[in-house]
């Protein structure tokens, strides 16, 4: 859901820019490239992780970090949802087949990041909400700058919510050298977290007020972001679980701002 709700962001989007209806065709085809492409990330993640995997609490019993299915089956697997994605990208316009085609680059690159650079969370961002490019451009064939404002804040988004989720391995990733913004940021614990999000909440307001949505739209917007900092007022970073319920509660977050986005259409 967190990779197909940027998606939606861009095609609401979209159809305000437009002044277009709803279209319900390519909402589906985006719910099933999600699925297929988030699934042939985790495999392409879990086949460069599988050695750390196994040294990790949260992740040593994955498959191919428990050995439980080998490396030619994961490669297998990896292939037969490339390709169906491959079949939903070719239905697009041109721009949106040009623009999926550059997401792969940023899925190959992407679990090589967290050996590099503290901010493995950046990279995934770029590479999570690269879908509300492709989703305003599947509706427009077009990008503009609201298109790049909504793209940057989906950003900002990610870096909160994986930031988060890093938490949950921070004590077994200081061990085996893994880099992430949870270990670059432990001193500041939540003031980071509040920083993310306040900056995406941010650039979004900034968004919404370009393509001027109506009123119902801001209201339910900050309804969106009251709720939001409730959750984030009650996480503990400290608790393996909260960590965790908090990551998985921000698919709300993300359908509520969608929701807030579509009133306008």
């Given at each position: 859901?967190?990779?197909?709700?940027?998606?939606?962001?861009?095609?609401?989007?979209?159809?305000?820019h437009?002044?277009?209806?709803i279209?319900?065709?390519?909402?589906?085809?985006?719910?099933?490239?999600?699925?297929?492409?988030?699934?042939a990330?985790?495999?392409?993640?879990?086949?460069?992780?599988?050695?750390?995997?196994?040294?990790?609490?949260?992740?040593?019993?994955?498959?191919?970090?428990?050995?439980?299915?080998?490396?030619y089956?994961?490669?297998?697997?990896?292939?037969?949802?490339?390709?169906f994605?491959?079949?939903?990208?070719?239905?697009?316009?041109?721009?949106?087949?040009?623009?999926?085609?550059?997401?792969?680059?940023?899925?190959?690159?992407?679990?090589?990041?967290?050996?590099?650079?503290?901010?493995?969370?950046?990279?995934?961002?770029?590479?999570?909400?690269?879908?509300?490019?492709?989703?305003?451009?599947?509706?427009?064939?077009?990008?503009?700058?609201?298109?790049?404002?909504?793209?940057?804040?989906?950003?900002?988004?990610?870096?909160?919510?994986?930031?988060?989720?890093?938490?949950?391995?921070?004590?077994?990733?200081?061990?085996?050298?893994?880099?992430?913004?949870?270990?670059?940021?432990?001193?500041?614990?939540?003031?980071?977290?509040?920083?993310?999000?306040f900056?995406?909440?941010s650039?979004?307001?900034?968004?919404?007020?370009?393509?001027?949505?109506?009123?119902?739209?801001?209201?339910?917007?900050?309804?969106?972001?009251?709720?939001?900092?409730?959750?984030?007022?009650?996480l503990?970073?400290?608790?393996?679980?909260?960590?965790?319920n908090?990551?998985?509660?921000?698919?709300?977050?993300g359908f509520?701002?969608?929701?807030?986005?579509?009133?306008?259409?």
């Amino acid at each position: 859901m967190l990779l197909f709700i940027p998606c939606l962001f861009g095609i609401f989007s979209a159809s305000i820019h437009k002044n277009l209806p709803i279209d319900l065709k390519i909402i589906i085809l985006f719910l099933i490239g999600s699925i297929l492409m988030r699934s042939a990330g985790c495999i392409f993640n879990d086949i460069i992780d599988r050695d750390i995997d196994a040294k990790v609490e949260r992740t040593k019993n994955r498959p191919l970090a428990n050995k439980s299915m080998n490396l030619y089956e994961a490669i297998f697997l990896l292939l037969t949802l490339l390709i169906f994605s491959f079949l939903i990208l070719i239905s697009m316009n041109k721009l949106t087949i040009i623009l999926g085609f550059a997401s792969i680059i940023l899925v190959v690159l992407y679990p090589f990041m967290k050996r590099i650079t503290y901010w493995p969370q950046l990279f995934l961002g770029f590479t999570f909400n690269w879908g509300a490019i492709i989703g305003w451009t599947a509706v427009s064939n077009s990008i503009n700058f609201e298109t790049l404002i909504i793209y940057i804040s989906s950003i900002f988004w990610t870096l909160g919510y994986d930031t988060v989720y890093g938490y949950q391995d921070i004590k077994d990733d200081k061990v085996i050298g893994v880099k992430s913004t949870s270990v670059l940021f432990e001193p500041y614990s939540k003031n980071v977290i509040w920083l993310f999000y306040f900056l995406s909440f941010s650039v979004m307001s900034y968004a919404l007020l370009s393509l001027k949505v109506s009123n119902i739209s801001v209201i339910f917007f900050i309804a969106t972001v009251i709720f939001s900092f409730y959750l984030v007022i009650k996480l503990n970073l400290r608790d393996v679980h909260s960590c965790g319920n908090f990551f998985s509660k921000n698919k709300y977050i993300g359908f509520l701002i969608s929701i807030s986005i579509a009133l306008s259409i």
